[in-house]
């Protein structure tokens, strides 16, 4: 992705966590994955990608950025996203967000008395 789109959006991820709050933000991005998704299939595809990309002001994304952010998404390898996929790669393009996700993890964490075991982050 142009650098410029990608400040762009990681700027905005965590204003809409701050707002949104964490079932909020998973709402919304919920709600992103619908409008992206082929109908038909119920993945993102590149075709579904490229077609609905307007509705979330991605319209101006090259064809190599779009295929960009669905391989470095796809996890299982089938060249299109499901919806968990679509999700952790909206946090993984925002490091803001990973981080506050990190410290609200390793929070939780030591409030369950899980601090010395050696699982945190």
């Keep these: ?5 990608q400040r762009n959006f990681q700027d ?5 966590a701050e707002k949104l709050g964490g079932d909020g933000l998973i709402g919304e991005l919920c709600s992103g994955f619908q409008l992206l998704k082929d109908s ?9 990608l490229k077609k609905n990309s ?6 101006d994304l090259s064809d190599d950025d779009l295929y960009s952010m669905l391989k470095e998404g ?10 968990m996929e ?10 803001e967000l990973m981080e506050q996700s990190q410290f609200l993890l390793e929070e939780a964490l030591q409030q369950e008395g899980f601090q010395d075991c050696g699982f945190c982050l």
Excluded: H, W, Y
């Excluded at 905005?12 to 809409?16: D, K, N, S």
């Excluded at 679509?86 to 490091?95: E, G, I, N, T, Y």
């Design 1 to 5: 992705m142009a650098a410029r789109d």
């Design 54 to 59: 307007a509705l979330l002001g991605l319209q």
């Design 74 to 83: 796809d996890f299982d390898g089938d060249g299109a996203l499901n919806q």
């Design 12 to 16: 905005f991820l965590p204003l809409m």
């Design 40 to 48: 038909d299939k119920g993945v993102i595809t590149f075709e579904s």
């Design 86 to 95: 679509f999700c952790v790669l909206m946090f993984r393009l925002s490091p």
